[in-house]
């Protein structure tokens, strides 16, 4: 039985309705209709727990093995995503506008890779066909400054990342955040770009988590004074803490058995 399967079973043993489970579990509704639609591929450890909570079960319940690598993709997907957010910051400015000489790299970077929206497949097929692969005596100051500022509009740190947010299975791109990882390290070695700053905070990232995880049969209390956990960026309460705790301890304690 699939981890949507069980919420769905619980669910109907207690009568809830998916929106009365969003309102249990404090989370937004279109998180929950996007689950039991399976929309959402990789569910987040936080969104489960969650669940689990609002639904009077632990999280192992909910998890089959099939869940559980899942979830092993999700943060791996994650943890990519962050690298390529950070890579990006080496091209842009504090406004999160890129250079000019790296519009061209930018743009076959991500052109026809993200879902965007209409807008932007209009401006990516003049900007390639009247801008990049014209004469040079063709081109016009006026076009020169319309490729510069319509540039700016479409390709951006905010908007490259909403479209990153927006890539699922159902966008045919042909490209994944692994790809787009990749991408960005090369065209930064390219530029003569020095990544080891971003390379040394993931390794950094890396190394306090994979000592958070083997010391899970410390106490919770004992976790906590050590190691501080947060979800994008901020601080998790005391109580979500030790439901994070819990819900790894439970995962370990999964694989073992399935060892």
Do not use: C
Request: aromatic share 10%.
């Amino acid at each position: 039985m699939s981890v949507i399967e069980k919420i769905e079973e619980l669910l109907k043993e207690k009568g809830w309705t998916k929106y009365r489970l969003a309102k249990e579990a404090r989370l937004p509704q279109s998180t929950i209709t996007s689950l039991l639609s399976g929309r959402v591929k990789y569910p987040s450890a936080e969104t489960l727990i969650k669940i689990a909570n609002a639904l009077g079960v632990s999280a192992s319940e909910l998890l089959g093995e099939k869940d559980l690598e899942l979830i092993n993709v999700y943060q791996n997907k994650k943890k990519t995503m962050e690298k390529v957010l950070s890579l990006l910051k080496l091209f842009t400015d504090d406004e999160g506008w890129f250079e000019e000489k790296f519009h061209k790299d930018i743009f076959y970077t991500f052109a026809g890779h993200l879902p965007l929206g209409p807008a932007t497949d209009i401006f990516d097929q003049w900007y390639e066909m009247n801008f990049l692969n014209a004469d040079e005596g063709d081109i016009t100051e006026e076009d020169i400054e319309y490729a510069k500022h319509e540039f700016n509009e479409h390709y951006n740190y905010r908007t490259i990342k909403r479209g990153l947010e927006s890539l699922d299975d159902y966008y045919i791109s042909g490209k994944t955040v692994f790809d787009f990882a990749d991408d960005l390290e090369k065209l930064a070695r390219k530029h003569g770009m020095k990544i080891h700053d971003v390379d040394s905070k993931e390794t950094a990232k890396y190394e306090t988590e994979h000592e958070f995880l083997t010391k899970l049969e410390l106490s919770d209390n004992e976790l906590l004074k050590r190691f501080k956990l947060t979800l994008d960026g901020k601080p998790l309460t005391k109580k979500e803490a030790k439901a994070i705790i819990a819900f790894l301890r439970s995962l370990r304690q999964f694989s073992e058995l399935n060892e």
